[in-house]
């Protein structure tokens, strides 16, 4: 069916996060190509269809491009400081989230053992059944199973977070090498764009227009207050 568009494995379900699949057919122009959810697509009724066109996010995108463009080429400086402070300011929250729940999941653990322990000595006094005990240990030890692989997840969470510097020089270094952008391809987006959000078509009370919201993550840097809506005729 020719080349893959290039908006292909970019886009993402904004309510259960799966990919957006991309439906197209032979015979189709361009402006029938869309996207729809993949659970939605797989599993009726987990999720909406979060239906968009690929000429509507194409036609956000290339403008979104062109002002991260233009606003960093002007405001570099106070572009890199914005960011630096986001950057310090998400990494902080991280590391406060993620410490407290591995503090928790790592006490109760300890916990567990002495709680394991108890009806352990119960069993080999014969105060408890066999069936009793294995019901009772199997319970508590699927628990500290589960919380210890939380534990492991946590610990590289908090290991990645610790690694992480925010690349600003290299994001606007690949925003040097381009002025404006009069037309989109893979390459510009892949070099500049992490993925897409689409969020679920909302009527508009008292017309027959429907918007829908997309949210661009750029690459090294995240969501910059990039909430943009898109039009839609009901």
């Not at 968009?52 to 405001?75: D, G, H, K, T, Y």
């Amino acid at each position: 069916m020719g080349e893959m568009p290039v908006l292909s494995g970019m886009l993402f379900c904004a309510d259960c996060g799966a990919k957006l699949y991309q439906v197209r057919a032979r015979g189709w122009t361009h402006e029938q190509e869309h996207f729809v959810c993949a659970t939605y697509r797989k599993q009726k009724g987990k999720c909406t269809s979060h239906q968009i066109r690929n000429v509507q996010v194409e036609q956000i995108l290339l403008v979104e491009i062109n002002r991260m463009l233009a606003f960093v080429r002007e405001r570099e400086s106070e572009f890199a400081e914005l960011l630096a402070k986001k950057n310090e300011r998400d990494l902080n929250r991280q590391f406060r989230e993620c410490s407290r729940e591995l503090e928790q999941a790592t006490q109760r653990i300890t916990k567990l053992d002495s709680i394991i322990q108890r009806p352990y000595e119960d069993d080999l006094d014969g105060k408890i059944s066999d069936d009793r005990f294995d019901k009772m240990t199997s319970a508590y030890e699927q628990e500290q199973k589960d919380l210890q692989s939380r534990v492991i997840a946590l610990r590289e969470t908090l290991s990645k977070a610790k690694a992480q510097r925010l690349n600003i020089d290299f994001f606007i270094a690949q925003v040097r090498k381009n002025t404006e952008v009069k037309e989109l391809d893979a390459e510009i987006i892949q070099a500049l764009v992490e993925r897409i959000d689409a969020f679920k078509a909302e009527k508009v009370p008292g017309t027959r227009t429907k918007k829908q919201t997309i949210l661009i993550h750029w690459n090294f840097i995240g969501a910059v207050e990039l909430l943009q809506d898109l039009k839609k005729s009901a």
